[in-house]
């Protein structure tokens, strides 16, 4: 079992910026993705990044491209999301997500392809 544990999230004026950090704990495995994932009230749960622990290549939802950074420490078995020029848009509970990602649509965002996720932290983005 792996388990993950998201913080970073709160609230913040529209134009700020927020770092969410993810610690992936317990049987985790050396060759890896990474993704994060995001719920808006009232909405289905949405991609938004990802990235490979081997070569480090990211990947990003259109929405967010330009304004979210996601990066990763492999030693630490930690990924972070970046999010600058946040928009009210961006209010969501936003969701860490680990698996093997062995297809190549863990960075297409499919959510199947993860094997375990985090609980949730909540992102608010005011006016």
């Known amino acids: 079992q792996v388990q993950l544990v998201e913080s970073g999230g709160g609230l913040v004026q529209a134009g700020g910026s927020l770092r969410l950090s993810c610690a992936a704990s317990?049987?985790?495995?050396?060759?890896?993705?990474m993704g994060w994932f995001r719920q808006p009230p009232g909405k289905e749960r949405e991609f938004v990044a990802a990235?490979?622990?081997?070569?480090?290549?990211?990947y990003y939802a259109d929405a967010v491209k330009g304004r979210f950074t996601i990066s990763g420490d492999i030693a630490k078995n930690t990924a972070y999301l970046q999010m600058n020029s946040l928009k009210v848009e961006d209010t969501a509970v936003y969701y860490c997500?680990?698996?093997?990602?062995?297809?190549?649509?863990?960075?297409?965002?499919?959510?199947?392809?993860?094997?375990?996720w985090g609980q949730g932290t909540q992102v608010t983005v005011s006016a």
């Open positions: 997500a680990y698996g093997y990602c062995l297809n190549f649509g863990c960075y297409d965002g499919v959510e199947i392809e993860y094997d375990y």
């Open positions: 317990g049987r985790t495995f050396s060759s890896n993705g």
């Open positions: 990235i490979r622990s081997s070569g480090g290549d990211e």
